[in-house]
Every structure is written in C-alpha cells, then in structure tokens.
C-alpha cells in the first residue's frame, strides 16, 4: 500500500512540478502574464512547446527524489512526465 501512495505522490509532485514549470514559463518569458500568454500560445498552437518547456523542472525533481532514495516517487514523476506527453500530443 505504501507503494502506490508513494507513487501517487510522485505523480503529483510531477503534475505539480509541469504546471509551476509553465507558469514561470508564461509569467516570465511573455509581457502578458500567465493566464492571457496560455490563452495566446493556445492560439498560436504553440502550447505544446509551453508544456515541454514547463516539463523541465520535472527534470530536477526527478534527480533530487533519486538522490534522497525515494525511487518510488520518482516512478510517480515519470509516470507524470507520460501524462504530460501525451497532453502534449493531444494539445
């Protein structure tokens, strides 16, 4: 059972690391801000590129977790990295 918490956390943790990744994205690379850059990059067709982008403080979660020995909820990250890709394509 602590298996699957762990690896629900980690997915969070992912989902959670994705969308803070995006949000600095937008809010700090766009004169628009988060909400109005999503809005436009989703026009553009260009918020795959935002997601990927965002992606990469998974990256840095991912390392960190293995460093602490929480392997189990690094799985959950790149189950969530998974999640994101596929988000990705569907965007």
């Known amino acids: 059972m602590k298996n699957k918490k762990d690896i629900f956390i980690g997915f969070l943790l992912g989902l959670l690391g994705g969308f803070i990744g995006c949000f600095i ?28 982008l965002g992606a990469v403080l998974n990256l840095i979660l991912f390392f960190i977790l293995l460093n602490k020995n929480k392997e189990l909820m690094a799985r959950g990250i790149i189950l969530a990295m998974f999640f994101l890709t596929v988000l990705t394509l569907i965007l």
């Open 25 to 52: 994205v937008l809010q700090f690379f766009t004169e628009v801000g988060f909400l109005n850059g999503f809005t436009a990059m989703r026009q553009a067709g260009m918020i795959g590129k935002i997601i990927t």
